[in-house]
């Protein structure tokens, strides 16, 4: 069965085409880079999966629940999310094992106490992503790319189906984002990895994890498929509009940029 499954589904708000006509399918085993440019659509398809934006046509199905006929509440635990927004709401002078603990409704500490038994599985989960250095450190204390494995190690503590990262590396130096990428590139030994989704607008953060690759320009899917099938130049310039030079960088990864000698 897909884990995810959209089927002609199209998305307006206040009178105005954010999505239109998608068509995707996302099976068991993959790992999917979503790459556009700036106002794309990418964060309104994210908000649709989350159920927090709803389609006025087609069909969405997430996981086992078919939008309009499941348990949206229930299905929400099961997916894992990162991004800044979720950043920007927690508590600045909590420990890093106690902001990975927010991600655990059962012992939300925001809304429930924990005790030392809590506290060792989330340190266990940061030590899992090769964390253990943050422990015991203050969330105020962590830098840029601390925080995203911080946040990273919290979304994985209710065992996820799904996880989207969103724009993960957003603000870090070169060193940082690298690390980072690193320590995604480990979910995927986790014993209970979930389906990763990685939403970015640099193709070269797209890590030899990653099995597919959806190309998203104005609310539409432009190309979608197997990465070496999707990140080809001819399939970038006319999705850039303009021509495109393809660098391998190593380890099955590549950079784009425009082909001057063409413009």
């Known amino acids: 069965m897909a884990l995810i499954q959209l089927t002609d589904v199209s998305l307006k708000r206040q009178g105005k085409s954010l999505l239109s006509h998608l068509n995707w399918t996302v099976n068991p085993g993959e790992a999917w880079a979503i790459l556009g440019l700036n106002g794309a659509g990418k964060s309104t398809l994210l ?4 159920a927090e934006y709803w389609y006025t046509q087609g069909q969405v199905q997430v996981l086992d629940t078919v939008y309009g006929k499941g348990d949206i509440t229930a299905l929400r635990k099961r997916i894992g999310v990162v991004g800044s927004f979720i950043a920007e709401r927690l508590p600045r002078h909590l420990t890093s094992e106690q902001i990975i603990l927010t991600g ?18 989330a340190r266990d989960m940061l030590c899992s992503l090769d964390g253990g250095f943050l422990l015991g450190r203050t969330y105020a204390s962590l830098s840029q790319g601390e925080k995203q494995l911080v946040l990273i190690a919290r979304s994985l503590m209710e065992a996820p189906d799904i996880l989207i ?30 389906l990763i989704l990685y939403v970015t ?11 597919h690759v959806l ?40 950079y784009i940029r425009p082909d001057l000698q063409k413009l």
């Not at 908000?47 to 989350?50: D, E, F, P």
């Not at 310039?237 to 960088?249: A, G, N």
């Open 104 to 121: 655990a409704s059962k012992s939300s500490i925001l809304y429930q106490a924990y005790d030392d038994n809590d506290l060792a599985l």
């Open 165 to 194: 990262l969103d724009e993960a590396t957003s603000g870090l130096d070169l060193f940082a984002k690298e690390r980072l990428l690193q320590h995604i590139d480990r979910i995927k030994s986790l014993p209970q990895a979930p």
């Open 201 to 211: 607008h640099h193709a070269d953060e797209i890590t030899k994890t990653f099995s």
């Open 47 to 50: 908000k649709l999966l989350m």
């Open 215 to 254: 190309l998203l320009k104005e609310g539409k899917i432009a190309a979608q498929g197997p990465k070496h099938t999707v990140l080809r130049s001819a399939i970038l310039s006319d999705f850039y509009d303009s021509p495109v030079k393809l660098i391998p960088i190593g380890d099955d990864r590549i």
